[in-house]
């Protein structure tokens, strides 16, 4: 019997891509003999996503340290018997990948966006455009290192995909900040694409734990353009396939937008989103700005009627797009994960 955990945070102040890419792999390493656990600290946001996704959750207290959070998750994975636990967090360091190695068995799979240190995980998987670049040490040498789109960790709906065909006419936007809108960015661009002349229609994707619908609904009823404002969607791939251009975040968002060849303009939410928007327009696939709060109130329109115009721009962007990234990235993820595991003796036992 396969037990697999993520030890995953997110939440108000970081947003919901962690457990988005989380969920993602933990769909496709569900099987039929073994228990799924999401380990947490406690957030109602998550606890909602988790829950709806009929995964057991055991929430960690937000209040704990990091020493008491490995205490606390090496207890658990002893209980529990865990064969495969993944990690993705910010917050956790090398001394802590290394702690869970000495005290236990598991196969050790950390989803990693910066290579900061030296990884003592069997395997590290890194989605990003900018991955290959990055300098990564394994501290047993023994590391598989799963680099790029390829391994992308989309959620359902974007595997599989036939070729995009654009209108060669603009007819709908989406605005869509992933999970959250963290700098209530959607009420303004929706007040700057309502200055742009050209007639289409505009498409709002309002995540699981925005806090501004009010404010997005108060400027819908102000600006003249036809906006439909979409809450909770599930199919979130036919939206994009719906939409012409997008306006997003820099985030996993920018790898589903690959993924159904929508053109997209990017705006960084934060620090730590730049390499990622940067490497996305070095390969043609995005126009990135900088946040909102840096730029001038018309570069947002000027860059999305420049982008509108050009056709031929779009199908490029289009076609780069969904040869970046074809959706299949966490069944290849799970492929290795679960080759891996097979090497593993069976008698091999959780340490006590």
């Known amino acids: 019997m396969t037990q697999v955990a993520f030890r995953v945070n997110g939440g108000q102040k970081i947003g919901l891509g962690h457990i988005q890419r989380c969920l993602a792999l933990a769909k496709v390493l569900k099987t039929k003999k073994g228990g799924l656990f999401f380990v947490c600290k406690k957030e109602k946001y998550i606890r909602n996503m988790v829950k709806e996704n009929r995964i057991d959750l055991v929430e960690i207290s937000g209040t704990v340290n990091l020493k008491e959070d490995l205490k606390e998750t090496i207890n658990f994975l002893k209980d529990k018997r865990i064969n495969i636990l993944v990690t993705d967090s910010y917050r956790i360091n090398e001394n802590y990948l290394k702690d869970i190695k000495k005290e236990?068995?598991?196969?050790?799979?950390?989803?990693?966006?910066?290579?900061?240190?030296?990884?003592?995980?069997?395997?590290?998987?890194?989605?990003?455009?900018?991955?290959?670049?990055?300098?990564?040490?394994?501290?047993?040498g023994k590391t598989k290192f799963l680099l790029g789109p390829k391994y992308a960790l989309l959620r359902e709906g974007f595997t599989g995909l036939p070729p995009r065909r654009l209108n060669r006419k603009v007819k709908n936007i989406l605005i869509t900040f992933g999970g959250m809108d963290l700098l209530n960015l959607t009420p303004r661009v929706?007040?700057?694409?309502?200055?742009?002349?050209?007639?289409f229609s505009i498409t709002v994707l309002v995540g699981p734990s925005y806090r501004n619908i009010k404010e997005i609904e108060k400027v819908n009823e102000k600006i003249s353009k036809k906006v439909n404002v979409v809450y909770d969607c599930y199919e979130v791939a036919e939206l994009m396939l719906g939409s012409d251009i997008a306006i997003s975040?820099?985030?996993?968002?920018?790898?589903?937008?690959?993924?159904?060849?929508?053109?997209?303009?990017?705006?960084?939410?934060?620090?730590?989103?730049?390499?990622?928007?940067?490497?996305?327009?070095?390969?043609?696939?995005?126009?990135?700005?900088?946040?909102?709060?840096?730029?001038?109130?018309?570069?947002?329109?000027?860059?999305?009627k420049e982008l509108m115009r050009n056709?031929?721009?779009?199908?490029?962007?289009?076609?780069?797009?969904?040869?970046?990234?074809?959706?299949?990235?966490?069944?290849?993820?799970?492929?290795?994960?679960?080759?891996?595991?097979?090497?593993?003796?069976?008698?091999?036992?959780?340490?006590k």
């Open 104 to 140: 236990t068995s598991v196969l050790l799979v950390s989803i990693d966006d910066f290579a900061k240190f030296s990884f003592a995980s069997d395997i590290i998987i890194n989605q990003n455009a900018y991955a290959k670049k990055l300098d990564y040490k394994s501290s047993t």
């Open 190 to 199: 929706l007040r700057d694409l309502d200055r742009i002349d050209e007639d």
């Open 249 to 304: 975040g820099g985030g996993t968002t920018l790898y589903e937008l690959a993924a159904t060849g929508t053109p997209a303009i990017s705006l960084c939410l934060s620090d730590n989103q730049k390499r990622n928007v940067k490497a996305m327009a070095e390969k043609g696939v995005v126009i990135g700005l900088e946040g909102l709060d840096t730029i001038n109130e018309n570069v947002l329109s000027q860059k999305i």
């Open 311 to 351: 056709y031929e721009l779009r199908k490029k962007m289009s076609y780069l797009g969904q040869r970046l990234v074809d959706g299949n990235g966490p069944f290849r993820a799970s492929k290795v994960i679960l080759e891996e595991l097979s090497k593993v003796p069976k008698t091999r036992c959780l340490k």
